[in-house]
């Protein structure tokens, strides 16, 4: 007897739409693509319209429905007509992907009320308002899956973490909130923790030879993170196979944070 069929029910996300923040790259656009293969109509959002283009073309070229939303998520304006943009293209989401960030990490006696405005802007707020307009509808309809991206900064700090970790450290605390309020109703609300991995948003330590080598060599496995790493986590949570996991922070760092 072969396991396929039930593999399929428990992961499959077929007949899913997902809206994937910060899809066009890194993490987010390793997430939007396991998505779409693993069966959901996946909307793309983000800023920058070629890598936005390149993403859906990379959707598409394994059969996959996809559609995306280039927009501006440091203003409130701005994230409510992504979400409109977004609902428009295949309706209502059962599946929101959090991954858009900012990482602009100055000490923090020089951090200005210019920097703290925009992360906590997209880094925090723009998840909270996505959460906000398409959370309680999950609920009404019995079914939905929030999943935030958030950072190590989130549980220690390093690397001068300034607003960056008090962002993605409130960004678990809304994932716990947002359980609390729609869990009893099938909608789960977790977060992902990646460990150091080799994205755009991380550009300024990956041009540090000796710094990548420190941060592999303290994770378990021996290597610094992928952004295909996080494909089978993420359709995990997306699926109905993570019914009974809500509220969780779940490490994808390679035992970074336990070494």
Excluded at 180 to 203: D, H, I, K, Q
Aim: proline share 4%; net charge negative; aromatic share 6%.
């Amino acid at each position: 007897m072969t396991s396929e069929p039930y593999l399929s029910e428990l992961f499959s996300l077929t007949d899913r739409v997902a809206v994937v923040t910060g899809g066009s790259s890194g993490i987010g656009r390793a997430i939007a693509v396991a998505l779409g293969r693993a069966g959901a109509s996946v909307v793309v959002v983000a800023r920058r319209e070629a890598e936005l283009a390149a993403t859906v073309e990379e959707l598409t070229g394994h059969g996959c429905r996809a559609a995306r939303v280039s927009a501006d998520l440091g203003t409130r304006e701005g994230v409510r007509a992504a979400a409109e943009e977004a609902v428009a293209a295949f309706g209502e989401p059962d599946i929101l992907v959090n991954s858009a960030g900012i990482n602009l990490r100055p000490p923090l006696g020089e951090l200005g009320d210019d920097v703290w405005d925009a992360t906590m802007a997209v880094n925090l707020e723009a998840p909270y308002l996505l959460g906000q307009r398409f959370g309680p509808a999950m609920a009404a309809r019995g079914f939905g899956r929030i999943i935030h991206i958030t950072s190590q900064q989130a549980h220690r700090a390093f690397v001068q973490s300034g607003a960056y970790g008090v962002s993605k450290g409130a960004l678990e605390s809304l994932a716990r909130s947002q359980a609390e309020a729609w869990s009893p109703y099938g909608v789960t609300c977790n977060t992902l923790v990646p460990g150091f991995v080799m994205t755009p948003l991380n550009r300024r330590l990956s041009s540090d030879p000796e710094k990548v080598a420190a941060l592999a060599a303290r994770t378990m496995v021996g290597r610094n993170g992928l952004a295909e790493d996080f494909a089978g986590a993420a359709v995990f949570l997306a699926s109905r196979a993570s019914g009974y996991v809500t509220g969780q922070s779940i490490f994808v760092d390679g035992g970074f944070s336990v070494h």
